[in-house]
């Protein structure tokens, strides 16, 4: 079942560039979408999140964009830092399913210094 | 900052073994649940749980699977006889009930063996 898929299991940045994630879905009755990044032995930290409503949500460095004709949501991340090197997941989730997430498999980002 | 805390962080237990794992979710919260992740694999929804009673449950979480919130603070997740392929990173997960859709606050995990 890949309901939500991130295409790229890796990308590599230079620090100070723009590093941008990709996810796209399948499922059209998601309207809820988040951003979660991921350190070794730790659990997913929650980055942002837009609603179906939107197409882009902005905080800080990060920038969520959606496009629901095309299924696709992409996470900016500008500049890149070394700290934001981890894996980002991308999540979706519909209104009457009790909040569960559906994952997308995961992009292992590296910015190097 | 409030977070939520899972115990064991590793638990090693022979096949066919009971194992609770358990969790204190931010206490202000009200929505609670299990992920696990199967090492190399995606993050896989089990279970959520709300007004003491379980919300949705996915096709993972039979009837070898249980949840509880036995008192105000604990919510424990139980696999009643353990396989190998049960051997994962299993996340609880917390919300509040925002106007939004609650983001989902995660615990560091705990890391089962099943030998």
């Known amino acids: 079942d890949q309901q939500v898929k991130q295409n790229s299991p890796s990308l590599s940045v230079q620090e100070g560039r723009i590093s941008i994630l990709n996810c796209d879905y399948t499922?059209?009755?998601?309207?809820?979408f988040l951003w979660y990044k991921k350190y070794p032995a730790e659990g997913p930290t929650f980055l942002i999140s837009?609603?179906?409503?939107?197409d882009k949500n902005e905080d800080g460095r990060f920038t969520v964009f959606l496009n629901k004709s095309a299924k696709h949501l992409s996470l900016h991340i500008v500049p890149s830092q070394p700290g934001d090197s981890a894996v980002y997941f991308c999540a979706a989730s519909v209104a009457d399913a009790g909040n569960m997430l559906t994952f997308g498999g995961g992009t292992r980002l590296m910015v190097k210094p | 900052e409030p977070e939520v805390t899972q115990t064991p962080s590793h638990q090693v237990t022979q096949m066919g073994q009971e194992v609770i794992l358990r969790c204190v979710p931010i206490s202000n919260h009200l929505y609670f649940y299990w992920y696990r992740q199967i090492l190399g694999q995606k993050v896989e929804f089990l279970v959520s749980?709300?007004?003491?009673?379980?919300?949705?449950k996915s096709e993972i979480f039979d009837d070898q699977f249980s949840v509880e919130r036995p008192d105000g603070s604990n919510f424990t997740l139980k696999i009643r006889s353990t396989k190998l392929e049960d051997s994962a990173m299993y996340f609880c997960a917390s919300g509040d009930r925002a106007w939004r859709r609650t983001e989902a606050f995660f615990g560091q995990g705990t890391r089962l063996t099943v030998v």
């Open positions: 499922n059209s009755m998601f309207d809820y």
């Open positions: 837009i609603s179906s409503i939107k």
């Open positions: 749980f709300y007004n003491n009673e379980i919300s949705e």
